[in-house]
């Protein structure tokens, strides 16, 4: 996982995967905070922090991960929110928060300690908050990227909405996205696996930044894509991303 980490520290300013998730998540994350006053998030999971920087646009946001290094990254570049937990035991009180978001962890999570990490995050909302979770998708798409994030599994719509909903949640929008570069990605993925797939310490190259204009061309790509999304679901795609409600009539007692 510290390879992971480090080679996002390096990739998540400028590399295109993480340029088109910003442009993917944000219309969600201003649809859960839409009227809301003192908006309160976490980001359970959150690696360096980059993403709580994002959430602090829309109010007071917090971090935490239990990857040591991810947090000195991010306190390196002068993130202070952070703190060191467990996805399966969050450090506050019941029912705080407005939104909650969990950006690519649960699927490196073990079936028991996920189910414990959505119910944690369901315990942190306040009635009628929003959960945003996003994850590897589709199977087919398996590669040396899967090995550098430790995936233990991958996501279709059905598996993610039965999983979410156990928890408690109400789903309000789950699509795939990343969907133009799927063709690619699965032509790529299918040799990997063939050939063999990388170990954790030479996969890192999966998301080294690409030449500039390869680079410059993807995140246009996939900026058109989110545009798309603001009115349809993709049928397809190599993550899926989901908003979630806790229903407004939970009784959750709120924390101090």
């Not at 999304?229 to 939970?250: T, W, Y």
Request: aromatic share 8%; net charge positive.
């Amino acid at each position: 996982m510290e390879q992971l980490l480090r080679a996002t520290a390096r990739a998540e300013a400028r590399h295109f995967w993480f340029r088109g998730f910003r442009a993917f998540v944000t219309p969600l994350i201003q649809s859960a905070t839409a009227g809301r006053s003192d908006v309160r998030i976490v980001d359970c999971g959150c690696g360096t922090g980059a993403n709580v920087d994002l959430l602090n646009h829309f109010g007071r946001a917090y971090g935490f991960d239990l990857a040591e290094t991810g947090l000195r990254l991010g306190h390196e570049a002068g993130r202070t929110h952070l703190a060191r937990a467990s996805v399966t035991a969050a450090p506050f009180s019941s029912g705080v928060f407005d939104l909650v978001t969990s950006f690519d962890v649960i699927y490196s999570l073990e079936d028991s300690d996920e189910r414990t990490a959505l119910a944690e995050m369901f315990r942190l909302l306040k009635p009628g908050g929003h959960a945003i979770i996003n994850v590897a998708a589709m199977e087919r798409l398996r590669g040396d990227h899967s090995v550098l994030s430790r995936e233990i599994r991958r996501y279709d719509r059905a598996g993610l909405r039965a999983r979410v909903t156990a928890a408690g949640f109400t789903i309000v929008r789950l699509t795939y996205t990343n969907a133009a570069l799927s063709l690619p990605l699965m032509l790529t993925r299918t040799l990997q696996r063939r050939r063999g797939l990388k170990d954790e310490q030479h996969a890192h190259q999966e998301i080294s930044v690409p030449p500039a204009p390869i680079n410059a061309l993807l995140t246009g790509v996939l900026w058109l894509e989110s545009l798309w999304l603001r009115s349809f679901d993709a049928p397809f795609g190599s993550s899926l991303l989901c908003l979630a409600q806790k229903p407004v009539s939970d009784t959750c007692q709120t924390g101090v």
